[in-house]
């Protein structure tokens, strides 16, 4: 069992419409990341959320973290080819001298086709 | 400014051999982690190391190692490969401690036949 859960898992869905991705956890965060990967490169930092219910945008991108910072959302409106990818999740664990330890989710693989 | 760079990108191995995989930071960027990366799996933490100093280390076997010089760059080295080591070995340069805000290079892929 992942201590991140993401989903789903997979998507694929057509040019223009929206998706929402979840990223949930029973533990409790300091910080949350997002993440994209593309095929035969490394993750690619998307944003940080750190406070509880704290929302940011990124173009057509909205990120939210819950209010216990125990899971975070990821919205895409009318998407694009150019956003097929991997999108992870990841997250700091309070408490630990975590430095830049990250528990990473398993992935949500979008595919947006033309 | 130059990312993260890893060396090699491919390399084939047989099981007991071992290898060494080497990672430069991004200039300044003092915080070295790595990450083992599999489709069961998913991205793994292995170690992180600031200062020369391991300052976190994953739910990895004694045979996975490494070590920051100097310079910031570090390597991790494997011993005794088995067949499940066989994965992309992510390595990761952070600027800022405790953000989680990591800069990723494009990885190792290591398969060990």
């Known amino acids: 069992t992942q201590l991140l859960e993401q989903s789903p898992q997979f998507l694929s869905i057509q040019e223009g419409e929206n998706l929402t991705v979840y990223c949930n956890s029973s533990?409790?965060?300091?910080?949350l990341q997002w993440y994209r990967q593309e095929p035969g490169e490394g993750p690619v930092l998307l944003v940080t959320v750190v406070t509880g219910g704290e929302v940011k945008k990124l173009k057509r991108l909205t990120f939210q973290f819950g209010d216990a910072r125990k899971d975070s959302s990821l919205h895409i409106t009318a998407a694009q080819p150019g956003d097929t990818g991997l999108y992870l999740c990841a997250g700091a664990l309070t408490g630990n001298n975590a430095g830049n330890m990250l528990t990473f989710g398993g992935g949500t693989r979008l595919m947006v086709k033309p | 400014k130059a990312g993260v760079t890893q060396t090699p990108r491919y390399l084939i191995k047989t099981r007991g051999q071992q290898v060494t995989l080497s990672c430069s930071p991004i200039?300044?960027?003092?915080?070295v982690s790595w990450y083992q990366q599999t489709p069961g799996q998913g991205l793994q933490f292995l170690f992180e190391y600031f200062s020369e100093t391991q300052r976190n280390k994953g739910n990895f076997p004694g045979r996975f190692s490494g070590r920051q010089f100097s310079n910031s760059r570090s390597e991790m080295n494997v011993s005794t490969l088995e067949l499940g080591d066989s994965a992309l070995y992510l390595c990761a340069s952070s600027g800022r401690a405790g953000t989680g805000e990591l800069f990723f290079g494009e990885g190792s892929r290591l398969t060990v036949l």
């Open positions: 533990s409790v965060f300091s910080s």
């Open positions: 200039s300044g960027h003092r915080s």
